[in-house]
Every structure is written in C-alpha cells, then in structure tokens.
C-alpha cells in the first residue's frame, strides 16, 4: 500500500475571526493552488469535523461544495478528536478502492464562537453519557490517567511539564502555531491547578483552525510534484466509551493495535521512524503514547523527551487543537518535514514520520506512516 | 461492481422509550444475529448519524464499541439526511479497497430528546447560515419549491396530498412504522398550514430509531447466506448549500447526476427498476425524485403515483424519519422486496431496486441499485 501526499494547506491556529466555512475554504485553497490545479483535478473530498455544537453548522459537504463552487463527492467524517486521522484513513480507502484516483481531506474546527464553559461541555459530549452525569470531563480523565501512571512507573511531574515546556519551545519556530512563547518547568508547576496533577499548561487551548492535503494514486504523484510524500501504513482502531472498563489507566490500547496495524502495513518498526507526531491534548497523553507506539518501554518516555524528535510543530499543546483539523495538522507537519521544508523546526535527515491522533481518552485512534 | 448484502436490523421507528446507544446496538445486534454470526466476523462498522445536538451523545463510534463489547474500526459519517446512504457508500469503498470483507453499516437518530421547537433548529443548522439568518427552515424551502414546481408543470395540489394518502396505505403494512393510519385526500388538504401549499400532513415526523445492513465482499456472500442481494451501483453528490443559487428550483442537480453515476456503474436504466425508496421528508420531493430519477418527464410523476412502487414500506411520512437511520432504512426495505421476504407490502416479481436518500433540500444526493 502506498498513497502519494501532494500538497498541503494549514491556516494559522487561535482566536480567530474567519467562521467555520472561511477556515474550510483557505485551507483547501492553499492545497489546490500549491501545486496549480483545478477543482476539477480532485475526485472527491473528505471533511473532518467534531461538532456542529460548535459552529452552528452541519452539513459542511454542501457548505463546502459552495465554496468551492463545485458539484462534488464530498463526505464528513468524526471520532471525536481523531476525526482528522480518520478522514486520512477514509479517504486512502476511497483511493484503493479504485473510484477515485485523488482526494483532498480538509479538517476543520470553530471553538471560539463559544464561551469557554459551553466549549467544555460539547467536548465532554464525546466521552461516556454515565461518567459525565458523575461530572468527568476530560481534564478529570486525564488527570486519573497522569495520576496512576506516575504512581505506578514513579514519575515525578516535572517531566509533564517537560512535555509543555518542549511543545513551546518547538512551536516558536512554527509561525502557525496559536502560542509563541516560551514556558518553563517552574511556570507549569506553578499554573493552576486544573485537576490534579495537571495544571493549566499541562492543556492544550481551545482552538480555530483548518488544515489540508492532497492525496493521490501513487503512480499519478509527477502529474502534481517532483516532491511527493507516500503514506505507507494506516491502522486503526475504536474501544469503549466507559473509562471504567479500563484494566490498565496508564496504557492506551486503541494506540497499541492502531499502531501495531500501521507498522506491519507499512513494514517498518518504531526504531525506523525519525520524527513524529502524537496526540499531547495533554501532556500525559504525549508520555503514553511514546510508550503504546513503541518508542521506548513503559515507564521510559521521560527519558526519550530530550532526545526523540516529538511534535516539532508545537503539538496540540502549543500550536493549538482545533478539533477536526488536529489529525490532518499533525500530517501536513510531516509532509513538510519529509519534504525538509519545515524552516527553523527542520528535522534533520528526516525519512520516515508517524502520526498519532486519539479520540477521547484514546477510545479511538488512527496511526499514519509516512516516507519519502 | 458487485457487494453482497447479507443481513439487515431494523426498530420500530417513532417516539421510543431506548437512547441512542441502546438504538443503534438493538439494529445491530439483529443483523448479526439474523445469520448466526459474532462480531469477529465483522472488519468494520459504519454508522450514520446526523447530529450530536438531538442526543447530546457524540463518539457514537466508540459509545458502539462499547455496546458490542469490541475493538474494531468503527466511523461516522455525516451528510445531513444523506448520512445514512453515504455511510452505505463508504463501506462499499472500504471493501472495494481489499481492506475489509465484512462491514457492518447501521444509521441511527434519537430526536425526542428534544422538544418538536429544538428538533427544528437542529435540523436548520444543515441549511445555509445566511439563509437561517433570514427564517428560512425545511419546510419554508420545500413549501417554495412546491410553489414553483406546481406553477411550472401545473400541477394541482392534490397530487402532493396522494404522495402522503399513498405513504400512509404502504405503512399500515410495515409493522415497524411510525403510523398505522390510512389518510384521504381531503384530510391532508384541510390539515394545518405548515408553509403554503404545505400542509401538516405533507411533512415526514420527528422520529427515533435505527436500521444496519451487513455488506460483504461478493464471492463471500455463501458464508452468511443463501440468498443474497447485490449492490451494484452507487452514485453521490454534493452541491452548493445556498438555496438562492439554484437556477431551477423544480430540479434537483445532485439527484440527477448521482443516479445518472449509480445507473452507469449498475449498467441499467431507471426503467428497469422495478421498485424505488425515494426521500419523501416532504411530498413534494417524492414527486422531484421520480422525475430526476429518470422514471418519468419533468411534471409527469403525478401519472405513475398509483402505478409504480415506490416507498412500499410507507416512506419517510408515515414509516417516519430518524435521520442518520433513513438511508439505511431504505437500503433495509429494498432488501427484503428483493428477497421476497416483505410481507403483505410484497412488490411483485421485484429484482432490481433503487435507494434514492438526499440531504438538505438535495444539496446532497446517494443514489444506489440493488439487485438479487
């Protein structure tokens, strides 16, 4: 299996005026006009977004379809925050399946037009109706998470707040990024208390954004660039909703079987892959999955944080989490960086990149591959 | 191109005690049941779904794994009433793609969560923000449709009310509707004014429920059933969300070029469909689709409204309209008429059926043919 990635487009994530539609429509057009095409040159198209509780807005097939001015097969799709890597997946099916011969995924999100409250309460939407009537949300959920796992594999919390304090370092290079500014270990500890032990910079923000790529056939990529990037492996996977159903707090296995499909389609192991993206909503998150993806054993991914190329881009923690255009941002990130055009946050010898993107407290997750 | 399909679950459609998850698991459920299978059989699941703002319940990909007990690849797929037909489509494309053989598709819709006031809005948000901004609803876009559509052909109002007399006999006879109450002209023509010429009774319910089919890839069908029915043509389209766009507002652009596809790929004509399930949220679409469909001339379908089969099982007005679960519901109906399994609303020597589920007022269309 290989999939060509041919161009891309990514708007600047934060507080931002365009609504949900504008978002949609710039981050396509970059994509379209990056390698000078028509509309008419992409078969169909792939959205990926969370909720309609946020903009106001469903049916973004046929808002996009005006846009765009075109007649179109155009398809939505959601798993919560990994609706993004989704849209990749569906959208590498649609390809293999022989319909189409080049598809464009957009993600999107609008968070802002919401109070910070409301915003909370849509995301909590996507985890267990029972959990959340006893008042989880996913800080809470996380935070049981960072408590088990540092219990059980003796993890101080200063390196949480590594993770932070690397996404922000990262993300001064990225001038997309929603935040540019640098953070230490002390200031996170030193935030406030969210839901212990995660402080407010353990969080990623509430974002607007859109992010998009082009895919093609692999034998049509020289009718787009001279540079293309193949997706060679994609796994994924979907479990419980109930966080109480969970044996083990401090692994995931959606990104352990995701992950697992990902490396035997593509052919590589986790000691091929030079740079990557993961899912860090918040900083725990980024700790597990070093660990479920197989970068390093349990308990060990503090010792990789300094070392391994993580989120070059900033992360969700600092270039912002957009919903729907996360999983879609973190592939446009490795195109660039397969590509060495990723400027002042290049990866050195960058060949091969992975992509994890979660939903929920990784009840769903997609993994991508990538080589040059 | 040819996919088995080779099991359905359907529930009582209408105002249900069960939540959404409880839907959606009971559709499913019966399909795997009904050929003694378990859930290891199935490499994938798709669920239509319209909106989270109905169930206050989003990740229903992960609330299903759950409910299943599994780890499985699990998506969801959205294109306003169209959902249901496009989640058909996708799974079609995932086995095409050689990932899968055996998908799983169920549609669901919970919207007596809601009072009928809230209902309305949600579905508005798939209409356009600037047309919403101004009052525009379903039915007051529909209602200028009817208007323009009866003007141009002139075509008395009667044969939007023999839409809805006809849809109410059909469902006296599908134990599973929302109504059981044979209708008269007279009594759609004086019920309440919802938006000239559309009455009450030209308008499909608010509706909970949920209907699954099980595809599989073709040469595989023996291992579930001995009387498979075929997929054999799948057509899709989206276009511009704006109403005031549309040059012709007695046509709808996305059915005639979505079946014109499905037609194309199945190698038949709308002649010689012997059996159709058309989109009937209002009467005045079911007359539209015959015609864009091809089965008669612009203006000509009030002709064959006693003469040709279409929505048997009583149609989105009287079986009622849950709004993920309708396109799959149809894909249900065409099933059963195909293996002779329905009942007293049995169509005659029935082989080659059409599904036509649209989404917005056709801002987007899917179009698919079946055959034994």
């Known amino acids: 299996m290989k999939i060509g990635v041919v161009s891309s487009g990514h708007t600047k994530f934060g507080k931002l005026n365009e609504d949900i539609g504008e978002l949609m429509y710039t981050a396509c057009k970059q994509a379209i006009e990056n390698i000078n095409i028509g509309t008419d040159k992409i078969d169909a198209i792939y959205i990926s977004n969370f909720s309609s509780s946020f903009s106001g807005q469903s049916h973004l097939s046929s808002l996009l379809a005006s846009k765009l001015s075109v007649n179109k097969e155009i398809t939505r799709v959601e798993s919560a925050c990994a609706s993004g890597g989704l849209a990749i997946k569906e959208a590498t099916l649609a390809i293999l399946s022989g319909l189409y011969d080049t598809v464009l995924v957009v993600g999107v999100e609008k968070m802002s037009s919401k109070p910070a409250e409301d915003a909370i309460s849509v995301l909590a939407t996507s985890g267990s109706e029972f959990e959340r009537q006893h008042g989880a949300t996913f800080p809470s959920l996380y935070a049981l998470v960072a408590q088990r796992y540092c219990f059980e594999y003796k993890v101080e919390q200063k390196y949480l707040a590594k993770i932070a304090v690397k996404n922000h370092r990262n993300a001064i290079d990225n001038p997309l990024a929603q935040f540019h500014k640098k953070i230490t270990i002390n200031e996170v500890l030193n935030s406030p208390v969210i839901a212990s032990p995660l402080k407010l910079l353990d969080c990623s923000p509430l974002s607007d954004g859109a992010a998009a790529v082009i895919l093609c056939r692999q034998d049509r ?5 001279d540079d293309p990037v193949f997706l060679v492996g994609i796994g994924h996977d979907t479990e419980t909703i109930n966080f109480y159903q969970r044996s083990d707090l401090a692994t995931m296995p959606t990104v352990v079987n995701a992950s697992a499909k990902a490396f035997e389609m593509a052919n590589v192991k986790p000691a091929d892959i030079d740079v990557a993206e993961v899912h860090d909503c918040f ?13 390093c054993r349990k308990g060990k991914a503090k010792d990789i944080i300094d070392t391994f190329p993580i989120n070059p881009d900033g992360g969700l923690k600092a270039k912002g989490h957009p919903i729907g255009a996360t999983g879609v941002s973190q592939v446009v990130e490795i195109f660039h960086q397969l590509r060495r055009e990723a400027g002042r946050r290049q990866v050195k010898n960058a060949k091969t990149g992975l992509c994890c993107n979660i939903g929920g407290v990784g009840s769903s997750c997609v993994v991508s591959i990538f080589s040059r």
Chains 1, 2 share one sequence.
């Open 283 to 295: 900083t725990i998150a980024e700790l597990l999955q070093l660990e479920d993806l197989g970068f």
């Open 221 to 225: 990529t020289a009718e787009f660039t």
